[in-house]
């Protein structure tokens, strides 16, 4: 058994393990224990064209920064600490964005497949829309995540402003290999351009291959129509691929021999090395993990036993293994993983802690199918230096002081 509390994670299920959490009612509590509130002496409210959550969860909402004169640019962060299950929620989705959110009018919007084809197609919305759909359940993460782990001092934030530019939804659309099929690609394209139709134009060259095996034009998001922010009417998604690349208000892909160096792919998103040059085209995410509950801003409340939880996932396919430490590191314990475990989407894992009241350093290490181990802060560093910002996936430390504040550290 790994030390400072971590227990087996079938602790739970082993008969009164929780009795100690729940207000204690003595042995003669019956139905007359509870006292009649006030929402059951008359009817409820009316139904809703469109629900909202319960007043009482006004606090859970998204954090936004927007650096100063640049309307538009920036990005909002999903309170992870909030959240269970794998699952955003659509109004909880991660924004990030370069020019704002353009308001496009879906019948006005067209979608084009061009250049080195026999026959450029264009679609409209309904003419996109008749083609086979699939879905699937796929993260999404801004390459620029994390990145204030590289930082000297440890941030004083949350989970949801360090980790909190990732979110993962139920994608629906229509896969993109049969309408490159029908377009008839030459056989001299191996890439393609996907340009988006906000202010931005913002662009990407995306592999063929990524673009045949399990690229998709998404339509909807967890059962509606894309979010005007995520990409209304439809966006690209490419499981696993680094944020950036899943092209937004998609209006054209263009098929072309090599890549198209724009720059989003040569400014940005790409690897600054220790030695000055910059590695282009690391495009899926390596596997991450990052504990949310507990997590900085969610203080312990006494002793007792508690249910450690948090998210891993990898852009290289499944979560195999999270581990979950609360000694800084010296010794781990293998956390539960939440059915269903699918690749390339958020993976939910929990373990059981005996907390003694004393300080204690949480950590996860998640290991994906391809045998990948999530590094430390340390190695990462090391093997990169700390200009190489994008793709930050090292290991997460929170801090839980006697007392029980949880806090930001570097183990
Ligand atoms: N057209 C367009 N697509 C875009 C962007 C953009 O600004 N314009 N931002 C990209 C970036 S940097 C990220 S991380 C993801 C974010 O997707 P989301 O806003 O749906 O979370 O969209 C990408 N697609
Ligand atoms: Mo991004």
Redesign the pocket.
Known sequence: MAGNGLLDRRHFLQGGALAAAAVGAGGAATAETLTKAPWMTAPGTPFEGYGQPSRFEAKVVRIAGNPPNAPGTGASRTPLQALNGMITPNGL???????GIPDIDPDAHRFLIHGLVKRPLVFTLEALARYPMTSRIAF?E?AGNSAVLFAKDPAAATVQGIHG?V?CAEWTGVPLAPLLDEAGVDPKAEWLLAE?A?A?A?SRSVPLGKARDDALIALYQNGERIRP???YPMRLLLPGYQ??M????LRRIKLTEGPTHTKDETSRYSLLQQDGRVAEFKFPMDAKSVITQPSPGLAMKGPGLYEISGLAWSGNGKITRVEVSADGGQSWAPAALAEPVLSKALTRFRLPWRWTGGSAVLQSRATDETGYVQPTRAAQIAARGARGIYHCNLITSWGVAEGGEVKHVYA
Do not use: P, Q, T, Y
Request: charged fraction near 15%; hydrophobic fraction near 35%; glycine fraction near 12%.
């Open positions: 989705h991660f924004e990030r964005s370069h020019s999404i801004c530019l979110s988006g906000d931005a913002m922010a995520n990409g944020g950036n899943n092209v937004k208000w």
